[in-house]
Nanobody, 121 residues
Framework: QVQLVESGGGLVQPGGSLRLSCVASGIIFRINAMGWYRQVPGDQRELVATITSGGSTNYAGSVKGRFTISRDNAKNTVYLQMNSLKPEDTAVYYC???????????????WGQGTQVTVSS
């Protein structure tokens, strides 16, 4: 059983910054890619950013240059630094991790419960 717990969401004015964190706990042998996704009511969940265990990153075009994803493998933690926030960044942000629980296991997707980010004046 793997749990992902996000923190750091909240209300911020346009142009402001927030830093999201997500900690994975439970039975974990290895975590491959980790990432952040977001969803607004009525829309599909969309990718924001991903990072491999080696540190390679990928960003959605709408956040490139404003958001930075990073991770601490020793702490099973992934971060999302969000700068120059815009009202259209308002969404519930979800953490994702590709977890291998035993050396012989296939990886499986784990998701956090989500954290609300609201950008408004």
């Amino acid at each position: 059983q793997v749990q992902l717990v996000e923190s750091g969401g909240g209300l911020v004015q346009p142009g402001g910054s927030l830093r999201l964190s997500c900690v994975a706990s439970g039975i974990i042998f290895r975590i491959n890619a980790m990432g952040w996704y977001r969803q607004v009511p009525g829309d599909q969940r969309e990718l924001v950013a991903t990072i491999t265990s080696g540190g390679s990153t990928n960003y959605a075009g709408s956040v490139k240059g404003r958001f930075t994803i990073s991770r601490d493998n020793a702490k099973n933690t992934v971060y999302l630094q969000m700068n120059s926030l815009k009202p259209e960044d308002t969404a519930v942000y979800y953490c994702n991790a590709e977890v291998v629980v035993q050396p012989w296991s296939r990886q499986s997707d784990s998701w956090g419960q989500g954290t609300q980010v609201t950008v408004s004046s």
